[in-house]
């Protein structure tokens, strides 16, 4: 999302640190996500007081504590809701909604597929660690079949959702994914969700070390990360390896298929990122481990009016159609009669 | 019976100014009742407009099944429209009718073994209607029209379809587009047999068929074919005129409860210089609120109609936050799922109104049938220590003030409210007068800017309210949330004494609300043998029974309760005037616990829970009963 700039004092990392005492776990992978958003607001040319984060209930939805802005700790799977409403009432405001994956895809499902078909200009920055865990570590509707917590002994049987399929295909208009601790990526991905008009669906890969430690080892961790990574630029060929040495290109009908290059195979035979093509964002939602490196980076970033905005709309042309409300006429109105 | 029978018993008096003689009615019952496809509601809408106009007071019962069309010519299908016109005061749609319009077998069958017509009631029947087709699905092994089966009704059998064809012989029209203006003539026979002047609904034709000329043509043409046809048949030898009632000076027009719901909502935003918020689903009876407040968009009223009801809610808490004033509107099935987030509202001390239009229940139960058993739900259906002020509407008008005063509690306590309205007086009519903006009230609003020592939950020392500070706000940043907080600070906190106090001040900003709840007024006795304690749209019934029974010398009182949390301080007081305590509701008794619980009051219940409203005669009955005991 967006929201005017305005000439203000300068403002730092220290003006948007609360004087509450944080609280995860210790090397929880929610501190690095903190420091990266703390180190993003101050540049976005937002005045403090004009932002509101929203939460639900989860380790991640405790973030608004920790942040000086203003905010609101909701009930579990609803923020999406209330910053509806708190945008549409508010379109002055830069609205984030902070979320986990059991949070956003499981109760509060029905809300996060309804805000991104509407469009409503809010950032929503989804922690993903595919477990619960301040419940303390029940499967999560990302966590891998098979897996093995408190409440699946026998491992999970429930198939998990691509969250950023669900996202594609509520129709958002602004769909990436990075990972807590690339910071940088991180942050020019938060930057790029606060520019865009629309619903930001942001969704962060992170570390729960106490239930679900190594979450994402196999894509972060140094001696892999370069295979096990795609970093999607737009309008440049998918490719990845510590060498840059191998690409995605289209094999038999829409199949992507992981090539090396070399022997005949140039970066012109590779499939070019565009974050506007709906089919290439959703084939790169599904692609990951064992057969393919993990995208992260914008997915997709297209222009659809906002809710908000549509609505303001219709109020302007309301009011320069009948005039501003004339409550007295308004109750007068239909058929009266005059007793003496 | 015989015409002159008609109405509530005045002398007939002969008027010359028509051919046929014209006599004056104190007030009438007159029931249109069809298909639900036939446009009854419609026509009972347009005869009320009429009879408002004609300075009558009245009261109106629509009663439709909730399947949108059920099979033609079922009794499943049945939709009536009841409507009590008068020149004295009017309470109730009237317990039964002096006049049935029965567009088919089905609602003929329906409403008669339902014992609607009085005896010696005008039946007025669509004749060409009773087919054998129509009279099986009825289930009539014969025809009632012949079987003597109604001797003890005035029965006018009546080619309506064919009056209406007839009048349309040469508009073009098919022969099913011709059919279904028949409506209209049962209208016209019936304005002209009441002396309704049927302007008004010519000018309702002429707005609703704008782009269908043909129709708009039509029906107009069917409409006065009825009322001339009335004016010239030999059938009625008579016409009946029901004079102005006697009422309070002013302007005046005809409300349901939901559009003075609506109003009400959109004045109480005016009032308080407030942006209004309604985040709704669409739920029966509670979706015309939402119908109407999304044509307001020129009030600066922002509709949104959400996913679910939890989002409804929760978006109206949103705007809330962010300083405007939120409402969400829906039946008992949707105040279940807004549940939660109504908690979230009493923690987070945001004010918030929700709107209940109760309907049967439990689960979906009667969807388009009245019943007020939500009270309990209202005041205990959250999780843990939750309180939160209720206000119940007596009547549709009264939904105006009742809305406006849950709005101004809201703001200025910072919390949740609900209010309670049901099917009955949503969909129900009644004469309204008319407000004037000037008159009102200001709700004052502020919001705190001042960032000098602001503490998020810092209360005022009266009122125990917290201040309403919104974000755009500089140096007054701030986290509310769900989890328990510290007062004064806001901070999370879980110790216990914190929790105990918090839990405590909470409750006793609620109970606080007595400061500016008026004193009680009693209509009937102030004292003596028997107090009827009812609230909600119970008010008519109980209001006409106290009057026939003071004038028969019982010494009877009633007091209504718009106040249901906290209750009214001189209840207790008011309470000990009375031998007997007696409270009537549409459900199993659910105020009765409460005054029991607070007052250790032995009252009776006097209960009903059929999905329509007390008649009054339920109502005399049942207090005749324990006068009875009394002796």
Known sequence: ?340 | MSPTDLGGGAAAEAASKAAKAIETRDGVVVRFAGDSGDGMQLVGTQFTIESALAGNDLGTLPDFPAEIRAPAGSLAGVSGFQLNFSSREVFTPGDSCDVLVAMNPAALKVNIDEGSLKPGGMLIVDKETFTDQNLRKAEYQVSPLTDGSLDGFDLFAIDISKLTSTALLDSGLSNKQVLRCKNFLALGLMSWLFQRPIEPTIRWIEQKFKKAPELLEANKRVLQAGYNFGETTELFHTAYEVRPAKIAAGRYRNVTGNTATALGLVAAAKCADLPMFLGSYPITPASDILHELSSYKHFGIRTFQAEDEIAAVGAALGAAFGGALGVTTTSGPGVCLKSETIGLAVAVELPLVIADIQRGSPSTGLPTKTEQADLMLAMYGRHGECPLPILACATPADCFETVFEAVRIAIQYMTPVILLSDGYIANGAEPWLVPREADLPKIEVEFRTDPEGYQPYQRDPETLTRRWVIPGTPGLEHRIGGIEREDVTGNVCYHPMNHEHMVRTRDRKISGITRDIPASVVDGASQGDVLLVGWGSTYGSISAAVKELVAAGESVGHLHLRYLNPLPPDLGDVLKRFRRVIVPEMNLGQLIKLLRAEYLVDASGLNKVQGRPFKVSEIVAGVRKVLEELT
């Open chain 1, 1 to 340: 999302m967006s929201t005017a700039t305005q000439a203000a004092p300068k403002l730092t990392r220290k003006d948007f640190e609360s004087d509450q005492d944080v609280r995860w776990c210790p090397g929880c992978g929610d501190y690095a996500i903190l420091a990266s958003v703390l180190r993003v607001l101050p540049d976005l040319g937002v005045p403090r007081e004009q932002f509101a984060f929203l939460s639900g209930i989860g380790c991640s939805s405790r973030f608004p504590y920790y942040v000086d802005t203003y905010g609101f700790h909701t009930i579990h799977g609803r923020a999406p809701a209330i910053a509806t409403g708190l945008k549409v009432a508010r379109p002055d405001l830069s609205v984030w909604i902070v979320t986990g994956d059991g949070d956003a895809l499981s109760i509060g499902g029905n809300h996060l597929i309804h805000i991104l078909r509407r469009n409503v200009d809010v950032n929503m920055l989804m922690f993903n660690n595919r477990i619960y865990g301040l419940t303390k570590g029940q499967y999560s509707p990302t966590s891998e079949v098979g897996k093995v917590t408190k409440s699946t002994p026998a491992g999970s049987v429930d198939h998990p959702f691509h969250p950023l399929a669900v996202a594609l295909g509520a129709d958002a208009t602004f769909v990436a994914r990075s990972i807590d601790v690339e910071a940088k990526h991180l942050q020019q991905v938060i930057r790029r969700a606060h520019e865009h008009r629309g619903t930001s669906f942001v969704e962060i890969l992170q570390n729960c070390n106490i239930f679900n430690d190594g979450a994402f080892a196999e894509l972060t961790d140094k001696p892999v990360k370069a295979e096990a990574q795609l970093v999607l630029e737009h309008g440049q060929p998918l490719i990845f390896g510590k060498n840059r040495d191998k690409g995605i290109r289209l094999g038999s009908g829409l199949r992507p298929e992981v090539v090396e290059l070399g022997k005949g195979i140039t970066e012109k035979d590779l499939i070019v990122h565009d974050e506007q093509d709906p089919t290439l964002a959703y084939f790169l939602s599904h692609m990951g481990p064992p057969d393919f490196p993990t995208p992260i980076g914008v997915f997709r970033a297209v222009e659809r009016p906002s809710y908000e905005r549509a609505l303001d709309a219709q109020l302007v042309d309301a009011k320069d159609r009948l005039g501003p409300g004339d409550l007295d006429a308004l109750l007068n109105r239909g058929d009266t009669w005059d007793v003496e």
